[in-house]
C-alpha cells in the first residue's frame, strides 16, 4: 500500500530556478526589491502574476487551432516550474503555520487564479514528472473549489477522448494527481458540489487497467479507501485498526474492528459518509467486484492476487466492503434502502465466501498471502472456521502451509485472530501434531505466535464465558508444553543422555532449531535464539509452568552463566524473575544460583544487563549480599568495560567504609525513586 516514490523529481529543480520562485511570475529575472522571506510580499506577488499567463495562453490558443501538441515548450518551463517552487513553499507555511485551514475557508481565492494561468496545459503537467506537483499542491491549496475545477478540466478531456483518465491512471506520474483528487475527496464536508459520478464513469471504463498496472492499483486502492474516508488500516492481534477521517471535527481517529462487536465501529462510518460518498462507494465496488470474479480478466478463477496490483486492489475491497457494510446494516433508512443494505451485506460475504475457498492457493503466494491474511482478520466467524478447517484438512496438506516462506505468515495470523477457545484448540492440537515439521523447516514463529496466544491473560479474560472456558484454553497450555517436551525427548542433541533433555529443558527449547543443536550442553546454551526465548518468556506465564521453573533451578552455574550472557537467553531470565518473583520455593534459590555466579556476570556485556536487572529488583538485603559478593572483584571491575558501568551503582568504596551509611544511602535512594513515581502517577491521572 506504500506510495511510490517522486520525491526525487523536486530534487531536480536548478538553483536558478529556485531563486527565482521567490518572485513574481512576470519577472524571470531576480528582482533585488523582493524580500524572499517576507510572507506579504510572497502574497502579493500571488495577487500581482496577472503578466506571467500571457505565453501559455498564447501558446495554448496556438496549439488548440494546430490541433494541440502533446509536449511542453522549453519557453513555457521557467513560468510553470515558478509556479511549482512558489506553490511547494506555501504548502510548506501553511503547514508549519496552520494557514491552510484558513485559505479553504476563503475558498482558495487567493491561489485559484491560477488554474485560469494553466488552462490547456492541466493534462501535460500532469504527465511532467518535474511539474506535476503544481496540480497537487493546487488541489491542497484550494479546498472544494479546486478539487471540482480539477475534476471539471479532466471530465472535459474526457468527453473529447474517453480513455484519457485511464491512461493518466497507469502514468507513472499522472496517476499522483488522481490519487491526490481522492486524497482530498476523503476530507471534504461534502462533495455533493463535485461532478464525482460522471467522473467515476469516465475512470472505470475499462477496469481491468487496475489489476493489470501497478500505478493504477494504487489509484483503485486510494479511490476505494478515501471513498469511505478511511486514511489506514493495520492489523493488531484479534482486531483490524482503521484511522477515519471526521470531516465534521476535521481529524482523524482509529477505530478498531472486531468481529464480535461492530456497534462503535458501524456507528463511525454512518456518521462520516453522506450520502453523496454511499453512491459513490456502492458503484466502485460494484465495478471491482464483478471485475475480480471475471474469469476472463483472471478473477477468482485465476491469479488475480497473484500479482502486486491484483493484491493491492483486493485488499482495498475488502476492507471498504467490510467499512460499507456494518455502516449500512445500522443506517436507519427507508425500507427500501434497507433492503439494498441487505442485498449489499449479501454481495460483501459472497466475496468473502468465494475467496475463503481459494484461501489455499492465496495461502502460497507472495501477494496472494496478504489477501489471506486480511482476509483472516476481517472474516465473519462462519467463514473463519472454514479457513480453519482448509488448513488443518487432509485435502490440503497442513505440512505445506507449514514449510511454505509466504504461507506460515499466514497461519500465524490465523491463530493471531482465534477469538473462540474451541477453535483455538483445533488449531493447537493440529500444531502440536506437526511440531517436528515446524522445527525442520525453521519457521519456529509459528510456535512464538501459538505460545503468545496462550499466555496472554487479557485475551483469555476477553474470551472465556461467551467464546469457551477455562479448562479449555489451560487444555491448550497443557498440549503444548507436553509436545515440546515430547518432540524433544525424542529429537533432542544427538549425544545427550534423556535426564540432560530434561533437566536442561530450558537450553533445548531456547536453542529451538536442531540445527543449532551440539553434543556439548554448552555450546547449545551459547547458540539460544530470539524465537526460542520469546517461546521460553511465553511459558513463564503459563499455568503450569513447573517445567521451566525446574529446569533452571538444574543448569550448573557454568551454563547458568552461558544462559545469562547470551543476548536472547538474557531476556528470558529476566522475564522469568519478573514473573515468578511470587513463588519462593523458586526464586529465592533461583536468586541465589545467580547471587553465586554475579561476579562472573557482571563481566560480560548481557551478563552484567541481567546483573542490573537483578539489582533493580531485589531489596535491600539482598542488595548487600550482591556487594559483599562483588568486593574481592572490584580491581576486575574498574578494569572491564561492562563490570565499570555496574560500579556506580554498587558504590563499593563507600560500603567498605561504612556498611551502616550505605544502607542509609539506599534507603534514601529508593524513598526518592518512590516520591517520583508517585508523581508520575498523579500527573497522569490529572492528564
Not at 511454505?404 to 477469538?419: D, P, R
Not at 528470558?572 to 544460583?593: D, I
Request: with cysteine.
Amino acid at each position: 500500500m506504500g506510495k511510490r516514490n517522486r520525491d526525487t523529481a523536486a530534487a531536480t529543480t536548478s538553483p536558478d530556478e529556485a531563486a527565482k520562485s521567490s518572485f513574481k511570475y512576470a519577472n524571470i529575472e531576480a528582482d533585488e526589491a523582493v524580500n524572499a522571506n517576507s510572507k506579504h510580499k510572497r502574497r502579493q506577488a500571488r495577487s500581482e502574476a496577472g503578466g506571467f499567463s500571457i505565453k501559455l495562453e498564447e501558446s495554448a490558443a496556438t496549439d488548440k487551432a494546430k490541433g494541440g501538441v502533446d509536449f511542453l515548450g522549453e519557453d513555457e518551463r521557467p513560468y510553470l516550474a515558478a509556479i511549482k517552487n512558489d506553490l511547494a513553499e506555501a504548502v510548506q507555511i501553511a503547514a508549519d503555520e496552520e494557514d491552510l485551514r484558513k485559505e479553504e475557508q476563503d475558498d482558495g481565492s487567493s491561489f485559484g487564479v491560477l488554474w485560469d494561468r494553466i488552462r490547456g496545459r492541466e493534462v501535460l503537467i500532469a504527465k511532467d514528472k518535474e511539474l506535476s506537483f503544481i496540480l497537487e499542491n493546487l488541489m491542497r491549496l484550494t479546498g472544494s473549489a479546486g478539487v471540482a475545477h480539477a475534476i471539471s478540466i479532466f471530465i472535459r478531456e474526457s468527453e473529447e477522448t474517453p480513455t484519457l483518465l485511464q491512461d493518466l491512471a497507469c502514468h507513472s506520474c499522472a496517476s499522483h494527481i488522481l490519487e491526490e483528487i481522492f486524497e482530498r475527496l476523503a476530507v471534504l464536508p461534502d462533495s455533493a458540489t463535485i461532478a464525482l459520478d460522471r467522473f467515476l464513469d469516465f475512470l472505470l471504463v475499462t477496469p481491468s487497467i487496475f489489476i493489470d498496472n501497478q500505478y493504477a492499483a494504487h489509484v483503485a486502492e486510494k479511490m476505494l479507501l478515501r471513498l469511505c474516508r478511511i486514511v489506514s488500516y493495520k492489523l493488531e492481534e484479534t482486531r483490524v485498526l482503521f484511522t477515519v477521517y471526521d470531516p465534521t471535527t476535521a481529524a482523524a481517529e482509529e477505530v478498531p474492528y472486531q468481529k464480535d462487536d461492530t456497534t462503535a465501529f458501524a456507528a463511525v462510518f454512518s456518521r462520516v459518509m453522506d450520502s453523496t460518498n454511499r453512491k459513490a462507494i456502492r458503484k466502485v465496488m460494484a465495478v471491482f467486484e464483478n471485475l475480480i470474479e471475471a474469469p476472463e480478466v483472471g478473477g477468482l478463477h485465476g491469479n488475480v492476487w497473484t500479482t502486486a496490483a491484483g493484491s493491492v486492489v483486493v485488499q482495498a475491497l475488502l476492507a471498504t466492503l467490510v467499512a460499507y457494510r456494518t455502516s449500512k446494516l445500522q443506517n436507519d433508512e427507508s425500507s427500501r434502502s434497507k433492503k439494498k443494505s441487505s442485498d449489499s451485506a449479501a454481495v460483501s460475504i459472497q466475496l468473502f465466501d468465494k475467496l475463503s475457498k481459494k484461501f489455499a492457493i492465496l495461502s502460497l503466494d507472495v501477494y496472494g498471502s496478504r489477501v489471506a491474511e486480511l482476509l483472516i482478520a476481517l472474516a465473519p466467524s462462519a467463514l473463519y472456521l472454514e479457513l480453519i478447517d482448509t488448513v488443518c484438512g487432509s485435502e490440503f496438506g497442513m505440512d505445506e502451509i507449514i514449510q511454505n516462506n509466504n504461507a506460515h505468515h499466514v497461519l500465524i495470523k490465523l491463530v493471531e485472530f482465534c477469538t473462540d477457545i474451541p477453535l483455538l484448540l483445533v488449531l493447537t492440537k493440529a500444531l502440536c501434531e506437526k511440531l517436528d515439521v515446524i522445527l525442520s523447516s525453521g519457521h519456529g514463529m509459528i510456535l512464538v505466535g501459538l505460545s503468545k496466544k496462550l499466555s496472554d491473560g487479557d485475551q483469555k479474560k476477553a474470551m472465556c464465558g461467551r467464546h469457551g472456558s477455562a479448562s479449555e484454553w489451560n487444555q491448550c497450555q497443557s498440549l503444548f508444553v507436553t509436545a515440546l517436551k515430547k518432540s524433544y525427548g525424542e529429537h533432542g542433541p544427538q549425544g545427550w543422555t534423556d535426564d540432560q533433555k530434561r533437566d536442561y529443558f530450558v537450553v533445548v527449547v531456547g536453542a529451538l532449531y536442531p540445527k543449532n543443536f551440539r553434543k556439548d550442553p554448552k555450546i547449545t546454551t551459547q547458540n539460544i535464539c530470539m524465537p526460542g526465548s520469546q517461546i521460553i518468556q511465553a511459558l513463564c506465564h503459563f499455568k503450569e509452568n513447573s517445567v521451566i521453573n525446574n529446569s533452571f533451578l538444574k543448569l550448573t552455574p557454568e551454563l547458568l552463566l552461558e544462559y545469562c550472557s547470551n543476548v536472547f537467553g538474557s531476556f528470558a531470565v529476566e522475564k522469568l524473575l519478573s514473573t515468578q518473583k511470587g513463588q519462593k520455593n523458586f526464586y529465592q534459590p533461583f536468586l541465589k544460583s545467580l547471587i553465586d555466579i554475579a561476579p562472573e556476570l557482571a563481566l560480560t556485556k548481557f551478563g552484567s544487563r541481567t546483573f542490573d536487572f537483578i539489582w533493580k529488583s531485589v531489596d535491600l538485603k539482598t542488595r548487600e549480599l550482591l556487594v559483599e559478593k562483588m568486593l574481592p572483584v572490584e580491581p576486575k571491575l574498574r578494569t572491564n568495560e561492562f563490570g565499570r558501568f555496574l560500579l556506580g551503582k554498587l558504590n563499593l568504596g563507600f560500603y567498605r567504609r561504612s556498611a551502616d551509611a550505605w544502607r542509609t544511602q539506599q534507603m534514601a535512594f529508593e524513598k526518592q525513586k518512590a516520591d517520583l513515581r508517585t508523581i508520575l502517577e498523579m500527573s497522569g491521572k490529572k492528564k
